[in-house]
């Protein structure tokens, strides 16, 4: 079983920067991906970023170009570099990790607000 912990979440103002990051660990052999999602109020899950194991990237279209994620896999963590923030972006941010896309295992959530 893989155990995800995420920490960085927080309140900005639009425009404002944010990192996160998620330090998996427990059993973490087979983990090739790796990413974030997210839930804003009243609607449903949604794909923010994916990395896998060798470092390949893949974004949603609404945060390319503002955000960016990378992986340590010395550290077995990865985190997501938010720039130029969104009152749009305001959602619950999940990292979550598995051997495919949208894996079996999710941090607990942490909440990104953004204000106009």
């Known amino acids: 079983q893989v155990q995800l912990v995420e920490s960085g979440g927080g309140s900005v103002q639009a425009g404002g920067s944010l990192r996160l990051s998620c330090a998996a660990s427990?059993?973490?052999?087979?983990?090739?991906?790796m990413g974030w999602y997210r839930r804003p109020p009243g609607k449903q899950r949604e794909l923010v970023a994916l990395i896998t194991k060798g470092g390949s990237t893949n974004y949603a279209d609404s945060v390319k170009g503002r955000f960016t994620i990378s992986r340590d896999n010395v550290k077995n963590a990865i985190y997501l570099q938010m720039n130029s923030l969104k009152p749009e972006d305001t959602a619950v941010y999940y990292c979550?990790?598995?051997?495919?896309?949208?894996?079996?295992?999710w941090g607990q959530g942490t909440q990104v607000t953004v204000s106009s």
């Open positions: 427990g059993s973490i052999f087979g983990i090739n991906f």
């Open positions: 979550n990790a598995g051997p495919t896309p949208l894996g079996r295992s």
